[in-house]
């Protein structure tokens, strides 16, 4: 392949995009994806959350088969609830580029803070609309954990995780209060931790 074929920076170096999606959710863990593209980058990725559900699908099987290489990284309820949520994140994006099998020479990072690691890296906020590699990424990244919180519907099928994949919909608080805390929900968080503390709720 020739270096004109790959998705490069003005200096001609490999650069990637990293995105998390899961911050938000009750349950679940945080997952993040790294991509590397070909250029020019499939036509319509942006961020994740623009798009239908049936276009992330097929936008991320377009991006899995012609990134130049792309990688999935995660942190688990556990370590979400050890570290906090920012740094549970940050660890699961250095994973995610960690696991590429090319290394960048450039890392964009959709936010405002950067993991620790050695690659050069710049961080954009709402880069995952201006930048397609970091739009790749959370497309990537939002069909890996939207699938996961599918797969975790089916063994706690009284908490919705299909339809609202973990967020704090009033659907969720209600079934928290009925069912109580599951073993996927993060209990660090305020509305679990204010259940957990109620003898009287689950």
């Not at 020019?40 to 623009?50: L, W």
């Not at 290394?103 to 709402?126: C, H, M, Q, T």
């Not at 929900?185 to 709720?201: I, M, N, Q, T, Y």
Request: aromatic share 4%.
């Amino acid at each position: 392949m020739k270096s004109a074929d790959l998705f490069q920076d003005a200096a001609g170096h490999l650069v990637a995009g990293v995105d998390e999606v899961g911050r938000g959710p009750l349950a679940g863990d945080v997952v993040a994806a790294a991509v590397i593209l070909k250029d020019p980058p499939p036509e319509g990725v942006t961020d994740s959350k623009a798009l239908s559900a049936s276009r992330r699908e097929t936008l991320a099987e377009t991006i899995r088969s012609e990134a130049l290489c792309w990688a999935l990284g995660r942190a688990t309820v556990a370590e979400i609830d050890e570290l906090n949520i920012l740094q549970a994140s940050l660890l699961a994006m250095r994973r995610a580029v960690e696991g590429l099998t090319l290394r960048p020479s450039l890392v964009l990072v959709d936010g405002n803070r950067l993991p620790r690691w050695s690659f050069e890296a710049r961080a954009i906020v709402k880069g995952d609309q201006t930048e397609p590699a970091i739009g790749a990424a959370s497309i990537l990244a939002k069909v890996q954990r939207d699938g996961e919180m599918l797969a975790l519907h089916e063994h706690y099928p009284g908490y919705g995780f299909d339809r609202h994949k973990g967020y704090p919909t009033k659907a969720h608080i209600t079934a928290l209060e009925t069912l109580g805390v599951s073993p996927v929900h993060r209990r660090s968080f305020g509305p679990v931790k204010r259940l957990l503390a109620d003898p009287e709720v689950g």
